[in-house]
């Protein structure tokens, strides 16, 4: 199974950060976020990483290199200025992902989720992590029903930004900039979205005050 790390973003919301660093490359604990991902990924087994580019994109390419630092090989995504959104990403990449399902993680996340779990699930269209819904989003996204994901019912949880795809899942979608949740919701019409809960430790490091907190707790 190959693996994609979500690293184009811009991180408006962590700047004056990433006005010169991309978020990926943000660090907690003396580790950037993205190099949190890689050496869980080649831990669980991963060999073959794609990550997607735009802001300050070479600087990431400049640090990561080929992957051989952590025993993998990182192929490169580069998109457009304004980036492509998880979707429209994911579509453009495919040709670098491979015909058989392989796993997403965004790059803003820090969790100690076992990665090789991932290897193990059977996925004909889609497969989502969900979590306990953090302080910034205690509505919760989605819930869970007999294995499936559904976009209503209670309780409700968050998504973790950690899935598996079949490449199936895209074979309909079109090119440019689109988020993939509507493609998801879509699909949680016809049962084709299973999950799953996860109740370890997870950070969306999606502002300056959670990535401070995060720090501290790595202290």
């Not at 989003?137 to 559904?150: E, M, Q, R």
């Amino acid at each position: 199974m190959r693996a994609m790390i979500l690293a184009a973003g811009r991180g408006e919301r962590l700047r004056p950060l990433t006005d010169t660093t991309p978020k990926p490359l943000l660090e907690a604990g003396g580790r950037s976020l993205i190099g949190y991902h890689l050496a869980a990924l080649a831990t669980a087994g991963f060999r073959e990483i794609v990550i997607n580019l735009a802001h300050l994109g070479e600087q990431i390419r400049d640090t990561l290199g080929n992957g051989s630092a952590w025993g993998l090989n990182i192929h490169y995504s580069a998109e457009p200025p304004g980036a492509l959104g998880t979707g429209g990403g994911i579509k453009q990449a495919l040709p670098l992902l491979g015909e058989a399902p392989f796993a997403v993680i965004n790059g803003d996340v820090f969790t100690s989720y076992p990665l090789a779990r991932l290897r193990a699930i059977k996925c004909d269209h889609a497969h989502l992590v969900l979590v306990p819904n953090p302080a910034h989003n205690p509505a919760g996204d989605f819930a869970l029903s007999g294995g499936y994901v559904i976009a209503d019912g209670q309780p409700r949880h968050t998504f973790s930004g950690i899935s598996v795809y079949h490449p199936r899942f895209f074979a309909a979608a079109g090119d440019g900039s689109f988020s993939v949740v509507p493609m998801l919701r879509s699909a949680m019409t016809q049962h084709q979205v299973t999950g799953e809960i996860y109740t370890g430790p997870w950070h969306d490091i999606g502002t300056l005050e959670r990535l401070a907190t995060l720090c501290e707790q790595l202290t």
